[in-house]
């Protein structure tokens, strides 16, 4: 079954450095999406893009974060100067298309630990 | 902003229990979908219901969408310890893309 790729797993960095989150979405999907899930609360919206450009974003997604789609497969979330309060696990998502059911597919996620 | 409120947020039950959990908003949504999601994972989605009164069954689970569309439950009957884990309902609003999840529901199915 087609899946969303993440890497890396987990990432310990020190508090000031920038950090790059890879994503491959599924082949065939249009859609893609970041979204985070800091320790014991809900899993939040960042940034939804499509058509190499961003579509929605959210309040949390600020100046310091910026989203890519390099080539035909990665999708990558840069966060150019960490803190401790982007510790959290990220989640890539995508979807094949503009249906308004919005079936996401998110892949296993990157843990990023802010020292 | 959209808010989803699930509950119960922690729920233990024996294995042969019937169980139902809720998602519940003040909003309207085009759209709902419930999740399941394992500890170190991402959300796998479930079912996605987009219609008021809409009811779904995927074997031993069924979900239904409040008439408003403003409101879901998830309903398990015969609890087995394999539906441990996190049940996480998700929104969207219309002309959104964007997903607003409830914190979950943590099942214990205990043998």
């Known amino acids: 079954e087609p899946e969303v790729t993440q890497t890396p797993s987990h990432q310990v960095t020190q508090m000031g450095q920038e950090v790059i989150l890879r994503c491959v979405p599924i082949s065939n999907h249009l859609y893609f999406y970041w979204y985070r899930q800091i320790l014991g609360q809900k899993v939040e919206f960042l940034v939804s893009?499509?058509?190499?450009?961003?579509?929605?974003k959210s309040e949390i997604f600020d100046d310091q974060f910026s989203v890519e789609r390099p080539d035909g497969s990665n999708f990558t979330l840069k966060i150019r100067s960490t803190k401790l309060e982007d510790s959290a696990m990220y989640f890539c998502?995508?979807?094949?298309?503009?249906?308004?059911?919005?079936?996401?597919?998110f892949g296993a996620g990157s843990r990023l630990t802010v020292l | 902003t959209q808010l989803l409120e699930q509950s119960p947020q922690f729920l233990s039950i024996q294995e042969g229990e019937n169980l139902t959990v809720y998602c519940n908003s003040s909003?309207?949504?085009?759209?709902l979908q419930w999740y399941r999601q394992e500890p170190g994972e991402g959300p796998v989605l479930l079912v996605t219901v987009v219609t008021g009164g809409e009811v779904k069954k995927l074997k031993r689970l069924t979900f239904q969408f409040g008439d408003a569309r403003k409101d879901s439950s998830l309903h398990i009957t015969a609890a087995q310890p394999g539906d441990t884990g996190l049940y996480l309902c998700a929104g969207t609003g219309a002309g959104s893309y964007q997903l607003t999840f409830g914190k979950g529901t943590k099942l214990s199915v205990i043998p």
């Open positions: 909003s309207v949504f085009s759209s």
């Open positions: 893009f499509y058509n190499n450009e961003i579509s929605e």
């Open positions: 998502a995508s979807n094949p298309d503009s249906s308004g059911a919005n079936v996401l597919t």
